[in-house]
C-alpha cells in the first residue's frame, strides 16, 4: 500500500513560494493501475517527482508499504516522459540497468524473466543498439522493459504514450497491459488523454486545477475493454471525466 497524506510541493520563484500541489490524500492498492487525469500544470509530474525521490522538498507524510519514502530501500520505477535511457548504453545495457545499480546477479529465474519480457516486447533482436538508433515506439518498449525488469514495488510513467503516434501508441498501451496482467505491478501513469485513462486505468484520479488535489476517484469498470469507443458505457463515462476535469480548470 502507498499512503499519501496532505502532501503538498511548493517551488521557490525569486522570494515568492509557488504553491504547486497539494494537498493529496491517497492510498494506492498493490497491484493495481491507477491513471492520473488532470489540467496541464496541476501538479501531475511534481507528484511522480516526490513519489520517485526526485524531489525531496515536500510537505505532508508518504509511506510506501508502512516505511517512509527512499528510493535506496524500495524500488521505485519510472519513466519519465522523454523514456529516460542513457544514450551512451546499448538496450540491453539499458535493460539491466537496475540490476547493475543493485549489484543483483542474473539467476536462471531472472534471465528467464527478462528473455519473457524482451520478447513480450519484441525487442531482442534490438539488444546492440543504441538508443539514437530506435525509433519512438522502439525506445518505450525499451523503457518498459527496463521497468518490468526492475520488478519496482511501484511503477510511476509519466505521459507515457503520448510521444507514439496513434498506431504505435495503441500497440504499446496494449503490449504494457499484457506484460502488466502477467506481474500486477502496482502503477501510477499520468495521462492527459481520456481514452488513455479509461482504457489503461483500474482506478482512474481525477485531480484539480494547480495547486492540484484528488477531486474523484472512479472505479473504472472499462479497464482493458477491447473497441473501447464501441462500447455503451465509453461516452458516458468519458464525457463524465471530461466535465470533472474541465470543472478542474482555472480560467
Ligand atoms: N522546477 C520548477 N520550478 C518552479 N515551478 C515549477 C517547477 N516545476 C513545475 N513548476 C510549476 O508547478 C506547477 C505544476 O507543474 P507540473 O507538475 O509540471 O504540472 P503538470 O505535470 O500537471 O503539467 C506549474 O504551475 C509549474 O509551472
Ligand atoms: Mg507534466
Not at 59 to 75: F, H, S, Y
Not at 155 to 177: K, N, V, Y
Not at 200 to 225: A, Q, R, Y
Request: charge should be positive; glycine fraction near 8%.
Amino acid at each position: 500500500m502507498l499512503e499519501i497524506e496532505e502532501l503538498s510541493v511548493g517551488y521557490r520563484s525569486g522570494k515568492k513560494m509557488i504553491h504547486a500541489l497539494g494537498p493529496i490524500n491517497l492510498k494506492i492498492t498493490p497491484g493495481d493501475i491507477y491513471a492520473l487525469i488532470g489540467p496541464s500544470g496541476c501538479g501531475k509530474s511534481t507528484f511522480l517527482h516526490v513519489l520517485s525521490g526526485i524531489t525531496k522538498d515536500y510537505q505532508g507524510k508518504v509511506t510506501l508499504k508502512g516505511e517512509g519514502l527512499d528510493p535506496k530501500k524500495q524500488d521505485i520505477g519510472f519513466i519519465p516522459q522523454n523514456f529516460g535511457l542513457l544514450p551512451w548504453k546499448n538496450v540491453q545495457k539499458n535493460c539491466r540497468l537496475s540490476l547493475k545499480i543493485k549489484k543483483q546477479n542474473i539467476d536462471p529465474l531472472l534471465a528467464e524473466r527478462m528473455d519473457y519480457i524482451m520478447d513480450k516486447l519484441n525487442i531482442r533482436s534490438l539488444q546492440d543498439r543504441y538508443p539514437r538508433e530506435l525509433s519512438g515506439g522502439q525506445k518505450q518498449r525499451v523503457a518498459i522493459a527496463r521497468a518490468f525488469i526492475m520488478n519496482p514495488d511501484l511503477l510511476l510513467m509519466d505521459e507515457p504514450f503520448s510521444a507514439l503516434d496513434a498506431l504505435t501508441r495503441e500497440e504499446a498501451q496494449e503490449l504494457f497491459i499484457d506484460i502488466w496482467n502477467q506481474y500486477k505491478t502496482t502503477t501510477l501513469f499520468v495521462t492527459h488523454s481520456i481514452e488513455e485513462a479509461i482504457y489503461m486505468g483500474k482506478k482512474i484520479v481525477i485531480m484539480s486545477h494547480c495547486p492540484g488535489t484528488v477531486v474523484e476517484i472512479i472505479d473504472n469498470p472499462l479497464f482493458n475493454t477491447e473497441n473501447l469507443r464501441e462500447n455503451e458505457e465509453y461516452l458516458k463515462l468519458s464525457t463524465h471525466l471530461r466535465n470533472v476535469v474541465k470543472k478542474g480548470w482555472k480560467i
